[in-house]
């Protein structure tokens, strides 16, 4: 499975520990976030996971930014995209489960680390449902 993964300032220790994680599962990753704990813009790093998404390039996309709303936001103006913004494994769960989501968004000054991982192992490992709620996703872009 192919992931790409993406964080601006507020996310570079959990993007590492998300990437370790991954890589032992055995996951491909590619990397467009940043590693500086130096100020810099979501829109930059968020914008390339979601065309990979879109594209077909990746399977799943991982967002981290400090609210988590910013790159959510980012990613979610692109075809093809729905990202949810998840704060707990619960959330993640049911934006799999019912809404096919296939970017998820970390706020990481919400979350504690561990919690961040056990949210995209839930994410990755849940399946989308279809049933009633493939018409509701149908309905989702414009």
Known sequence: MK??????????????????MLQAKGYEVTNYGTDSAE???????????????SEGKADFGI????????????????SKVRAAL???KEIAVLARQHNDANIISIPARFTSIPQAVEMVEAFLNT??????HQN???????
Do not use: L
């Open 3 to 20: 992931i790409s993964i993406g964080n601006d300032h507020a996310g570079p220790d959990y993007k590492k520990a998300i990437v370790e």
């Open 39 to 53: 100020s810099v813009d979501y829109p930059d790093f968020g914008h390339p996971v979601a065309t990979d998404v």
């Open 63 to 78: 967002v981290i930014c400090g609210s988590g709303n910013g790159i959510s936001m980012t990613v979610n103006k692109q």
């Open 86 to 88: 998840c704060w707990m």
């Open 127 to 132: 399946e989308f449902e279809g049933g009633r």
């Open 136 to 142: 509701r996703v149908d309905k989702i872009s414009c």
